[in-house]
């Protein structure tokens, strides 16, 4: 991986939108070479999902599997918002995931997921990612919450 | 005042004090536009959405303490990230009270225009908070 060139401008707010929007887009294509370019070498992953390692090659391995056993992950960005070294993201993860109980029904909808984040960004890179996902909203849609 | 900073600032300091009088002219009481992602779907109108947050949160968790994180303001939006803490007083999560002191992240995404709160969209630690509320005693 490059080591970031310090002698780079700082980026304009348009391009830390982009940085925040590029993201995204691996979980989406499954091109992970973008977290070659947009994340720093000791970028921070806050908090780390069970079983990552840190880093960016660990997060490679987890969004791979997110695509791997969620079918039809997507992520759609509904709001981005810059400020100084920080964006906030504001996303849906659509997928065709549906419940597979008996009372599942032709209208149920496919699973939707609302989740936050907040990226720093430093020399033109990603440094640390704080994220927040309606992980409840998963299990309740699954059936999967214990005492329910 | 026309920073989305200092509305929602305005607005949070005369809801948690109950000045209900002024509150109007921070927030656009009618047009008012609310979410918590996980305990109520949209509304419209400040009422609504301020009984939401009433019985969702307010009643079930007692004594808060919040903490600003991070806050990134746009020219017509801010949002706000918080740690938070309260104590669980009544059914929460289909979770019957169980007095814990419970601690979790909020995000809060609130859109102004004209000077007021139009849009509220808050995000909870959820699954946090229901994993800390459903784990076992922990042993004296």
Known sequence: MDTPDTTLPTPTAQAKEELGRQFYLPFNTGDFSTYDRILAPDWIDDLLSPGQQPGPDGFKAKVLEFRQTIPGYQVTNDEILVADNKVAVHSTVHSTLRKSTSVTSPTDRPFEMRTCDFHHIDLGRIVYTWHLENFYGLFQYLGALPGH | ?140
């Not at chain 2, 002024?22 to 996980?38: A, N, Q, T, Y």
């Open chain 2, 1 to 140: 005042m026309t920073s989305p900073l200092e509305i929602y600032n305005a607005w949070q300091s005369r809801q948690m004090a109950g000045d209900v009088e002024h509150l109007g002219e921070v927030v656009d009481l009618e047009g008012f536009r609310d979410i918590c992602i996980g305990l109520s779907d949209w509304t419209t109108g400040y009422q609504a959405a301020f009984e939401n947050l009433r019985r969702n949160i307010l009643i079930p968790l007692a004594d808060w303490h919040t903490t600003v994180e991070t806050i990134i303001e746009g020219q017509d939006s801010v949002v706000v990230r918080q740690r938070a803490e309260a104590t669980h007083v009544a059914d929460f999560l289909g979770v019957p009270a169980t007095g814990r002191r419970v601690r979790w992240e909020v995000v809060t995404m609130v859109k102004v225009k004209e000077g007021r709160v139009v849009e509220n969209c808050t995000m909870l630690d959820l699954w946090g908070i229901y994993q800390h509320l459903m784990a076992p005693p922990l042993q004296q």
